[in-house]
């Protein structure tokens, strides 16, 4: 076999180990692409931030980053780019955010926006606010975000002559927007308050606001994550296990003692003996 042959052979096994190599590498890459592709499919981007971001900062590029959800689990009010969180000006944090954790809309400003509580209230929902102090205020554990129930207490029958106190829950569930002028929901340390803000409906708002003039308002602090409503609206006094409100107290009736009658003995009878001592004399009746 001469050279010629020989270098023709070994050219076309080099090129075929090259075009093997090629297609494995092809393969590979396509493969790669093949489970890309599938982990993306049914998959959202969503903004979330990168490091831990502190109420009142602006947000900035290198404070997010993109990941994807599932489509069944993107929270409502979700950004999608990282250039939807930043167009149109600077737009502040309202609320803490943890590392991680979706930038939703509701947490941020808008364009140009200021931090104050306006502006991280719901849409559609008023701010009341009334006087607090150590017992309305569950001496101080009620805390800017926590959710409480608004208790009224008034007597019922005002004007009259009898009494009828009863409680009654006007609403439920509200909830604590700031404590005195402190609306950080971050704020951990119980303080007690004169001044609690909640956020309410408007027909909340002025049934709160009578509230406050017909008697005396507390809240009951409810547990984190407890949103059942209330079952009991209302308690009176007969609720208690006393007697009814209005209703004529029973008294025992008091009858008076009949009157001692003085004992007074028998006069004795029998032989009487005169005694004389000096001038003086007294006089005995012997007993039988």
Known sequence: MNIRNIATIAFALLFGLVAVLLTQFWLGRQRV???????????????????????????????????????????????????????????????PIAANEPILSTKITTPGGKVNLSAAM????????????????????????????????????????????????????????????????????????????????????????????????????RQVGDSEPVGRRMTTVADLGGYRTGAPVSRPVVTRKAEATSYRPAAPTGPRVVVTRGVEATSYTLLR
């Not at 569950?138 to 409480?148: N, Q, T």
């Not at 971050?186 to 609690?196: D, E, S």
């Not at 002025?206 to 809240?219: C, D, E, K, R, Y």
Request: no cysteine.
């Open 33 to 95: 692409a093949d489970r890309q592709t599938a982990a993306i499919e049914g998959t959202t981007p969503v903004v979330v931030a990168a490091q831990p971001i502190a109420r009142g900062m602006a947000l900035e590029p290198s404070l997010l980053k993109v990941v994807r959800f599932p489509q069944g689990s993107v929270p409502a009010g979700a950004l999608s780019s990282v250039e939807q969180a930043t167009v149109g000006g600077q737009r502040l944090v309202l609320r």
């Open 122 to 221: 719901t849409a559609g929902m008023r701010a009341v606010t009334f006087r607090s102090n150590d017992v309305a205020g569950v001496a101080g554990f009620v805390l800017p975000g926590d959710r409480v129930d608004v208790l009224l207490t008034r007597d019922a029958a005002a004007g009259s002559e009898n009494s009828a106190l009863l409680a009654q829950v006007v609403a439920d569930n509200l909830k604590v927007l700031a404590v005195d002028q402190v609306d950080d929901d971050a704020a951990g340390k119980p303080v007690v308050a004169k001044a609690i803000t909640l956020e309410v409906t408007p027909d909340q708002a002025q049934t709160i606001a009578l509230a406050q003039a017909a008697g005396t308002v507390s809240l009951a602090l």
